[in-house]
Structure formats: structure tokens, C-alpha cells
């Protein structure tokens, strides 16, 4: 077998999740192929990576350093391309951006409009992303500068964080739960909540609000891919999805119910770059993002009638705990 990247890849997301079927999800295939390859890495080797056993996987102390040594060779790889790719866009004056329109609508097009003011010897592109590269994405170089959205965390990525808004349970506008102001998350035991497909075990444990109240007899959750698929998922009936509040921007056609969860911690939207990246672009694109966000963040609030916490105000607060709801006024 000729080695490539792609096993050092398979080989660390399995480590990294000690799971074969989590890593799997993370990377978009089926279970089988990734046991087949990272056994066939062991087999190449002549060790043994990892110890199976019925209910666990566990690093051998080959393992561990492979581990180590495969990081390193993986972002020297990510970092050769991503310095290629954007070095075109460099000395085309262009910025790439990436978003997921869902998440990001509210602030993409006013920050855009606004930069490309400031900036017009410089071109903008957009890409559309999602949850699961909203990280690799920028490692490649695909773009230079994403909206993310928390939780998000690489060693090789900075964040910059431009908006928090209460997390809300999106669910048919007909449903009883929908006509309520703010609900508390007990209330979802009984509802199924669709369920991230390829993010990391802290992605779908934010975003399904993993450990809840779960009745027995709670419908097993659909899988889904984005967010199209699970605002679907809800308008069939299927599962309930938990989004920032911000969304309701998005989607207007009333067929969803967006209600705030009173009793968990609020979402972040965030404007990430590779932390090695030499685009000039970047920086300008980041002062204009986050002088827009203290405005839109007042405009949003008063929009959609929940809190939505500008960048000055986000040190001031502990995002780890529930945002208060807007006054009544």
C-alpha cells in the first residue's frame, strides 16, 4: 500500500475520537472503508496503532506518537496549500470569504458592501461552507476568511467572535410550542432533534443541546447533512433543530417557529482565518466586520425581538451562561 495524506488523515480522526463510528461521521464516509484503511496503515507499518476491544478504542504507545508526528506532517500539508491557493488571490487582489447562509445573512451582505467600499482595488468572492469545513476550508486555502459559528477550535485558526444570540428551537409554525415566547429545555424532552452529520462530538453535542431531558419514547433523530436538510427535516416533521436566534433573518416564510430556549448558553458567530495566512486583506475585512457588528447587533435585537450581543459588550458577559431576554417594553 502506498501511503498518502488521506491515512494519516483517517488514522487521526479515528485517534482523536476514539470512535471509529464518530470519526466516520467527522469524515463523511462509512465505517467499514475507514477500519479497512487504518488497518491496512497497521499492516504497512508492522505495529499495532490502536487497541480494539468490543466497547472501547485505546492509543498504543506507537499510536500516541504517530498521533503526534501525523498533526505536524497534516498541517505542513494544509499549510503548503493554503499558502498556494491564496498566493494567486494575493496577487490578484482578491478576497475569498466563506459563509453558510443561514448563519451568516445578517451580517454578509452589509459587511461586504461596507468593505468593498473602503477597499475597491480589492475583489470579493464568496463561498458557501458548512458546519463540517468551516475549519478545512481555511486550512486548504479554499478561502481566507469564513463567519463560523461556535463551537469552533484549531490550533491553526484564529476567531475573532462578532455576534452572540440565544440558541432557539426551530419547529413547524403550527406546532402548540410555537405560539410561546421563550420555552425552557425540558419542554423538548419528547422531541427528537435532527443531529449534525460529519461535525466534530462537541459540534452535535452544542448544537442538540447533548445531555437534555430525553423521554423514553422520544423518535430516534434524523441525520443531516446542513442546514437546508434540517429546517426539511423540521417542515416534514421529523425533528426539531436547535439554530441561533439570528436565523429567523434567513428563513421569513413563516412556515418555522423559531423559539428561544430560556436555560442554555447563547451561540456565537465568529470571522476565522488561518492564523499563519499573509492576505492583506484580512485584517481590513476584520476591522470592518467587527465595527459593522456593533451596530447590527442593536438592529437584530430590536428585529427579531431577542438579545443579540455586539463584540464591546461579549467581554462584559459570560457566554458560558444563558443570555437575559430583551426587556418588555
Given at each position: 500500500?502506498?501511503?498518502?495524506?488521506?491515512?494519516?488523515?483517517?488514522?487521526?480522526?479515528?485517534?482523536?475520537?476514539?470512535?471509529?463510528?464518530?470519526a466516520?461521521?467527522?469524515?463523511?464516509?462509512?465505517?467499514?472503508?475507514?477500519?479497512?484503511?487504518?488497518k491496512?496503515?497497521?499492516?504497512q507499518?508492522?505495529?499495532?496503532?490502536?487497541?480494539?476491544?468490543?466497547?472501547?478504542?485505546?492509543?498504543?504507545?506507537?499510536?500516541?506518537?504517530l498521533l503526534?508526528?501525523?498533526?505536524?506532517?497534516?498541517?505542513?500539508?494544509?499549510?503548503?496549500l493554503?499558502?498556494?491557493?491564496?498566493?494567486?488571490?494575493?496577487?490578484?487582489?482578491?478576497?475569498?470569504?466563506g459563509?453558510?447562509?443561514?448563519?451568516?445573512?445578517?451580517?454578509?451582505?452589509?459587511?461586504?458592501?461596507?468593505?468593498r467600499?473602503?477597499?475597491p482595488?480589492?475583489?470579493?468572492e464568496?463561498?458557501?461552507?458548512?458546519?463540517?469545513?468551516?475549519?478545512?476550508?481555511?486550512?486548504?486555502?479554499?478561502?481566507?476568511?469564513?463567519?463560523?459559528?461556535?463551537?469552533?477550535?484549531?490550533?491553526?485558526?484564529?476567531?475573532?467572535?462578532l455576534?452572540?444570540?440565544?440558541?432557539?428551537?426551530?419547529?413547524?409554525?403550527?406546532h402548540?410550542?410555537?405560539?410561546?415566547?421563550?420555552?425552557?429545555?425540558?419542554?423538548?424532552?419528547?422531541?427528537?432533534?435532527?443531529?449534525p452529520?460529519?461535525?466534530?462530538?462537541?459540534?452535535?453535542?452544542?448544537?442538540?443541546a447533548?445531555?437534555?431531558?430525553?423521554?423514553?419514547?422520544?423518535?430516534?433523530?434524523?441525520?443531516v447533512?446542513?442546514a437546508?436538510?434540517?429546517?426539511?427535516a423540521?417542515?416534514?416533521?421529523?425533528?426539531?433543530?436547535?439554530?441561533?436566534?439570528?436565523?429567523?433573518?434567513?428563513?421569513?416564510?413563516?412556515?418555522?417557529?423559531?423559539?428561544?430556549?430560556?436555560?442554555?448558553?447563547?451561540?456565537?458567530?465568529?470571522?476565522?482565518?488561518?492564523e499563519?495566512?499573509?492576505h492583506?486583506?484580512?485584517?481590513?475585512?476584520?476591522?470592518?466586520?467587527?465595527?459593522?457588528?456593533?451596530?447590527?447587533?442593536?438592529?437584530?435585537?430590536?428585529?427579531?425581538?431577542?438579545?443579540?450581543?455586539?463584540p464591546?459588550?461579549?467581554?462584559?458577559l459570560?457566554?458560558?451562561?444563558?443570555?437575559?431576554?430583551?426587556p418588555?417594553?
Amino acid at each position: 500500500m502506498d501511503l498518502e495524506i488521506r491515512h494519516l488523515r483517517y488514522f487521526v480522526a479515528v485517534a482523536e475520537e476514539l470512535s471509529f463510528s464518530t470519526a466516520a461521521q467527522r469524515l463523511h464516509m462509512a465505517q467499514p472503508p475507514l477500519s479497512r484503511a487504518v488497518k491496512a496503515l497497521e499492516n504497512q507499518l508492522g505495529v499495532v496503532l490502536l487497541e480494539r476491544t468490543t466497547r472501547r478504542v485505546e492509543l498504543t504507545e506507537a499510536g500516541r506518537l504517530l498521533l503526534e508526528e501525523s498533526r505536524s506532517a497534516i498541517d505542513r500539508f494544509d499549510s503548503a496549500l493554503a499558502r498556494a491557493a491564496q498566493a494567486g488571490r494575493i496577487e490578484g487582489r482578491s478576497l475569498r470569504i466563506g459563509f453558510r447562509p443561514a448563519a451568516s445573512l445578517p451580517l454578509l451582505e452589509p459587511i461586504v458592501r461596507e468593505f468593498r467600499l473602503r477597499n475597491p482595488h480589492m475583489s470579493v468572492e464568496t463561498s458557501r461552507i458548512e458546519w463540517s469545513d468551516q475549519i478545512s476550508c481555511l486550512l486548504t486555502g479554499r478561502v481566507d476568511v469564513a463567519f463560523v459559528l461556535h463551537p469552533v477550535a484549531h490550533h491553526q485558526v484564529t476567531v475573532a467572535d462578532l455576534l452572540a444570540a440565544r440558541r432557539a428551537v426551530a419547529m413547524p409554525s403550527d406546532h402548540p410550542l410555537g405560539t410561546k415566547s421563550s420555552i425552557q429545555l425540558a419542554e423538548l424532552s419528547g422531541h427528537a432533534l435532527a443531529i449534525p452529520k460529519g461535525a466534530t462530538a462537541e459540534w452535535q453535542g452544542f448544537w442538540t443541546a447533548t445531555p437534555r431531558p430525553i423521554d423514553v419514547d422520544t423518535p430516534n433523530p434524523p441525520i443531516v447533512g446542513n442546514a437546508d436538510e434540517s429546517f426539511a427535516a423540521v417542515l416534514s416533521g421529523q425533528a426539531f433543530v436547535i439554530a441561533i436566534s439570528t436565523v429567523m433573518t434567513y428563513y421569513r416564510d413563516g412556515s418555522l417557529s423559531l423559539v428561544p430556549i430560556d436555560d442554555i448558553a447563547p451561540a456565537v458567530i465568529g470571522l476565522a482565518s488561518r492564523e499563519e495566512s499573509e492576505h492583506p486583506g484580512i485584517p481590513a475585512f476584520a476591522e470592518v466586520a467587527t465595527e459593522m457588528a456593533e451596530s447590527l447587533a442593536s438592529d437584530l435585537t430590536l428585529e427579531l425581538g431577542t438579545t443579540v450581543v455586539a463584540p464591546s459588550r461579549m467581554t462584559e458577559l459570560d457566554l458560558s451562561r444563558p443570555l437575559d431576554p430583551v426587556p418588555a417594553s
